[in-house]
């Protein structure tokens, strides 16, 4: 190393230094974001009332879609002696039903599912910062963490608190209303 690059090293050193003994006061942890989406009772609590609101739903495209077998079987028995207009467009009708029953359907679920985790995330979010605020934590860290000793992680204390901040019963949810046809 030469005499100028050690300089440099030293005075870098020097200026760091006082920062290094700032640093061993600051209070960090760390917060397993997944697990807290997967284990909150808030999270459960959510999923619960997206199925209870897209059950009758669920349970319409169930019919329908035993109507569409019952066309298909229609259509697979006397397809052979329909006229060919006739056929065509049974097998146009088929597809159009098998395709647009399941599509209406995932496209609103997937909304409200949207919905519901950006609640959720904005929820544990501020469940996070109440706890690094009454824990007097300088940083706490999440998503992208690709190493954290085991002593820094608050997520069970923080699952903790979650847990004694839900709701004793989620009220019901009202049962999804599929959107209107576009012409």
Same mark, same amino acid.
């Not at 169930?62 to 019952?70: P, R, T, V």
């Not at 605020?133 to 204390?157: H, M, P, R």
């Given at each position: ?15 760091? =230094?006082?920062?290094?003994?700032? *640093?061993?006061d600051i209070k960090v942890a760390v917060v397993?974001?997944?697990? =807290? ?37 229609? &259509? ?32 609103? *679920? ?9 609640? =959720? ?7 996070? /910062?109440?706890?690094?605020?009454? %824990?007097?934590?300088? &940083?706490?860290?999440?998503? %992208?963490?690709?190493?954290?000793k085991e002593a820094l992680d608050i997520t069970?204390?923080? *699952?903790?608190?979650?847990? /004694? ?19």
């Amino acid at each position: 190393m030469t005499q100028a690059m050690m300089k440099k090293a030293l005075l870098i050193a020097s200026l760091l =230094l006082p920062f290094g003994a700032a *640093l061993a006061d600051i209070k960090v942890a760390v917060v397993n974001v997944p697990r =807290l989406l997967e284990e909150a009772p808030q999270a459960k609590t959510a999923m619960k009332a997206l199925q209870d609101e897209f059950a009758p739903r669920q349970r319409d495209i169930m019919k329908q879609q035993q109507d569409l077998k019952a066309k298909e079987d229609k &259509l697979n028995r006397d397809g052979a002696v329909m006229a060919e207009a006739e056929r065509r467009n049974a097998e146009k009708d088929l597809r159009e039903g098998q395709r647009d029953l399941q599509h209406e359907y995932v496209e609103d *679920l997937n909304l409200r599912r949207n919905e519901e985790l950006g609640k =959720l995330q904005r929820s544990l979010l501020q469940e996070v /910062q109440g706890f690094a605020k009454s %824990g007097n934590y300088d &940083l706490v860290v999440g998503d %992208g963490v690709l190493y954290a000793k085991e002593a820094l992680d608050i997520t069970a204390q923080v *699952l903790t608190a979650l847990q /004694q901040h839900a709701p004793a019963a989620a009220a019901p949810a009202k049962p999804a209303t599929p959107a209107p046809k576009s012409p």
